[in-house]
């Protein structure tokens, strides 16, 4: 299982970007997919949840509304779309699956959202 996380970068108060995670290993369809992000000194929080097959969605309280996960089955490829950001926002963004009971994490994206 390999997760690569892309599309981080530094962006003003208010501005938008699109997180993309590229999955191989699996069979993507079956299986849940989330994004977490982890600030400096913070506990990894839990972000937004994809059941399989996009069926359902998850969001946590702070970025409901803001921020909207998906997935493509034909690119193996799940997304986070970010507008509304917030300098609180800022982290390393990882997205991560559990397949047959073991957690695959992604390398990370760092967004930053400074002015």
């Known amino acids: 299982v390999q997760l690569v996380e892309s599309g981080g970068g530094l962006v003003q108060p208010g501005g938008s970007l699109r997180l993309s995670c590229a999955a191989s290993?699996?069979?993507?369809?079956?299986?849940?997919m989330s994004w977490s992000r982890q600030a400096p000194g913070k506990e990894r929080e839990l972000v937004a949840t994809i059941a399989r097959d996009g069926g359902s969605t998850d969001y946590a309280d702070s970025v409901k509304g803001r921020f909207t996960i998906s997935g493509d089955n034909a690119k193996n490829t799940v997304y986070l779309q970010m507008n509304s950001l917030r300098p609180e926002d800022t982290a390393v963004y990882y997205c991560?699956?559990?397949?047959?009971?073991?957690?695959?994490w992604g390398q990370g994206t760092q967004v930053t959202v400074s002015s």
């Open positions: 290993g699996f069979t993507f369809s079956r299986y849940a």
């Open positions: 991560n699956t559990t397949v047959r009971s073991w957690s695959y």
